[in-house]
């Protein structure tokens, strides 16, 4: 049976999963590899502080996502299929892992905080 998400340990584990997916995705990888050049070595442990903030309200996480989101969004605007796509490599890479109330907790979060921000770029057209 699958554990749930209650540790650091178990975020990074998730977040590494998904980037793994993220990279290749035929969708949404090229934001990442052509769009913007990411700096893997930065914005995996900026990722880590994040998602642990989302679930545990850790305090370590202090960017501004809509801010980054919105700079990627004037240089190759996202559509509503690539948010739908990251939601879906987001819930697989959750349900691959782990199962149960906080799994189900960060997927919902997760849902939450891509609708406002699609809600947030494509209204500032
Ligand atoms: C269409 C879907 C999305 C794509 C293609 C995308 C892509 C990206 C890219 C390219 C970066 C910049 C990384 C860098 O240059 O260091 C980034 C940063 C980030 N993204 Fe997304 N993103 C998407 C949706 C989301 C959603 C829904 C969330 C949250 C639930 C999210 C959370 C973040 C955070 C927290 C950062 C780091 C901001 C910082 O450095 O402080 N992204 N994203």
Same mark, same amino acid.
């Given at each position: 049976?699958?554990?749930?998400?209650?540790?650091?340990?178990?975020?990074?584990?998730?977040?590494?999963?998904?980037?793994?997916? &993220?990279? /290749?995705?035929? /969708?949404?990888?090229?934001?990442?590899?052509?769009?913007?050049?990411?700096?893997?070595? @930065?914005?995996?442990?900026?990722?880590?502080?994040?998602?642990? !903030? &989302?679930?545990?309200?850790?305090?370590?996480?202090?960017? !501004?996502?809509?801010?980054?989101?919105? %700079?990627?969004?004037?240089? %190759?605007?996202?559509? /509503?299929?690539?948010?739908?796509?990251? !939601?879906?490599?987001?819930?697989?890479? &959750?349900?691959?892992?782990?199962?149960?109330? !906080?799994?189900?907790?960060?997927?919902?979060?997760?849902?939450?905080?891509?609708?406002?921000?699609? /809600? @947030?770029?494509?209204?500032?057209?």
């Amino acid at each position: 049976m699958k554990k749930d998400l209650t540790t650091q340990k178990d975020i990074e584990q998730l977040v590494d999963l998904f980037y793994t997916k &993220v990279k /290749v995705d035929q /969708v949404i990888g090229r934001f990442f590899t052509e769009v913007m050049q990411v700096d893997w070595e @930065k914005h995996i442990p900026t990722m880590y502080d994040f998602w642990s !903030n &989302v679930l545990f309200y850790s305090g370590n996480y202090t960017g !501004n996502p809509m801010q980054q989101h919105i %700079a990627i969004h004037s240089k %190759a605007p996202f559509t /509503v299929t690539d948010f739908t796509q990251w !939601n879906l490599i987001f819930t697989s890479s &959750v349900d691959e892992l782990f199962a149960g109330e !906080n799994a189900e907790t960060l997927k919902q979060r997760a849902q939450n905080i891509s609708t406002i921000m699609q /809600v @947030k770029l494509f209204q500032k057209k």
